[in-house]
């Protein structure tokens, strides 16, 4: 599949007097198009509008059904935040998975305020100590902010804007807390 | 002549979301993809990986167990094999730079954020398929060239490295 093309003695560090560099490898990798269509492969591969616009299509469609999850996920976030106060180790795993999924998928899905809002969320909770799991109120103003931006998708991107703000200022503001716990 | 050359790949999809997993492998059939395989994490990953042979690999970061880093590692570290340079897309929401360059240095080939969209995977998928980079083995990188651009150097060539290349 490969063939070298050069064999050459670059450090990556500087060499001391005398020392011989380590080898440094470069290695020529056919491209897969090349490799899979042989005398057909023609360069260079270009975007295909019509492959795009399938894709984007299976977002679209995918767009209703996840609108439907994410609610009941959010849902599930409101009910799960007693129980991981209260110490339940499973609801947090659970709380920050549901999360963590919010943050990748729903900006795909034309909710990407409920996505950012969901990012900061795991920020927080990839930084916080148990007594903020056990306090919960940071915990408990991201989900209502996702609540709001999944229920009210329309609403003033500017008051968005500000409550994300004030969420991450808030999670700022105990840097240095949870840095000192190291 | 895209669409043909989707049809003759196959892809290995690493996430422990099942709305990730679905999406990507979603995503990827509408693209055409022929062969798609799906693994929730790096290990189960491992197992398809060295029984499928896959010519792509697409792996989210952040799993348990075995995270998205770790098997990118394991994957690089596979001397010898045409199959340990075989191009990574990592797919991850840590979009902070300390992230990003750690992909890199284990030899990750592209870098995508989430929220994914439909023409940012299509890129990247061109990419990998179409623009390799030259894959480089020193004692401390296995991965493609890091470099994307091959600017003339300009400083002190203290190595002599520029006259040798």
């Known amino acids: 599949m490969t063939q070298q093309i050069v064999h050459s003695r670059l450090a990556g560090r500087e060499a001391a007097a005398g020392e011989t ?20 492969y023609t360069a260079p591969m270009r975007l295909d509008p019509r492959v795009l616009d399938k894709m984007q299509t299976t977002i679209r469609k995918l ?29 947090r795993g659970r709380l920050y998975a549901l999360a963590h999924d919010m943050r990748g998928l729903a900006g795909t899905f034309g909710f990407p305020v409920a996505g950012r809002f969901a990012n900061s969320l795991c920020i927080y909770l990839e930084k916080c100590l148990e007594e903020d799991w056990r ?21 003033d991107p500017a008051l968005t804007m500000e409550t994300l703000n004030a969420l991450e200022r808030l999670i700022a503001a105990n840097g240095a807390r949870w840095k000192d716990a190291g | 002549m895209a669409e043909s050359v989707f049809g003759k790949i196959s892809v290995l999809v690493v996430d422990d979301s099942a709305y990730m997993r679905h999406l990507l492998m979603t995503l990827l059939q509408a693209a055409g993809v022929g062969d798609v395989h799906l693994a929730i994490n790096g290990e189960e990953a491992w197992d398809v990986l060295t ?9 989210d970061a952040a799993m348990v167990p075995g995270d998205g880093f770790m098997f990118a590692k394991r994957l690089r570290s596979l001397r010898g094999r ?14 902070d730079l300390e992230s990003v360059e750690r992909a890199r240095d284990i030899g990750v080939t592209e870098f995508l954020s989430k929220p994914i969209s439909p023409r940012a995977l299509y890129e990247r998928l061109i990419q990998v398929i179409d623009r390799p980079r030259a894959f480089v083995e020193t004692p401390t990188y296995r991965g493609p060239d890091r470099r994307r651009r091959h600017a003339p150097f300009e400083g002190v060539d203290r190595r002599g490295s520029v006259a040798m290349l």
Not at chain 1, 21 to 40: H, M, N, Q, T
Not at chain 2, 84 to 93: A, D, E, F, H, L
């Open chain 1, 21 to 40: 560099p380590p080898d440094v490898r470069f290695i020529r990798v056919p491209s897969i198009a090349e490799r899979k269509l042989g005398p057909d």
């Open chain 1, 63 to 91: 767009e209703s059904k996840y609108g439907e999850a994410l609610s009941a996920q959010v849902s599930m976030l409101q009910l799960l935040v007693e129980p991981a106060a209260k110490g339940d180790t499973e609801a």
């Open chain 1, 135 to 155: 306090d919960g109120s940071v915990i408990r103003l991201h989900i209502d902010a996702i609540r709001e931006a999944v229920d009210n998708p329309g609403t």
């Open chain 2, 51 to 59: 029984s499928r042979e896959p010519d792509i690999v697409i792996t």
């Open chain 2, 82 to 95: 045409a199959l340990g340079m075989i191009p990574i897309i990592m797919v991850s929401g840590h979009t």
